[in-house]
């Protein structure tokens, strides 16, 4: 099994993307001193306590940025093989995760690790060998997909 990488496919886009996102975690934690971890920040307006507006206004940039993008260049076709069950079992087991490892990659590889913090590498180390585990199990020992 070989990993190959598709460096065509990678475009000055993908960099100012990149860039955005780091600028964006620099702004967020130097200027209020928050974490930009997703799934905390998105939990975070789902519970009953008063919602801050840096919060809607995170989660309404990940939503309006790719129609953002639409209007500069096509976006992908986008394909969904997998059957709805289990499109919903992994959302659900990635909920789970993220619960129990007290936040999301965004928050851990992206955050944690920049500010060097221990448990964050931890965390982000189990991310990626679960993720390989589980697509070693689900392709090649099950043949799903």
């Known amino acids: 099994m070989s990993i190959q990488i598709d460096w065509q496919a990678f475009t000055p886009i993908s960099l100012v993307g990149g860039l955005m996102l780091g600028v964006a975690t620099v702004i967020l934690l130097l200027g209020i001193g928050r974490i930009a971890g997703i799934s905390g920040i998105f939990s975070s307006l789902l519970k009953p306590k008063r919602v801050e507006m840096w919060q809607v206004l995170f989660i309404l940039g990940l ?29 659900l087991l990635v909920g789970f995760g993220t619960r129990l490892g007290s936040g999301c990659t965004s928050g851990h590889g992206i955050c944690g690790n920049a500010r060097l913090s221990p448990r964050s590498m931890a965390a982000t180390v189990t991310f990626m060998l679960f993720g390989i585990v589980t697509v ?9 997909i």
């Open 63 to 91: 939503v309006i940025s790719p129609l953002l993008y639409g209007l500069v260049k096509p976006l992908p076709d986008i394909e969904i093989s997998s059957s709805l069950p289990l499109l919903i079992g992994a959302g």
């Open 136 to 144: 070693y199990i689900v392709r090649h020992a099950l043949g799903l």
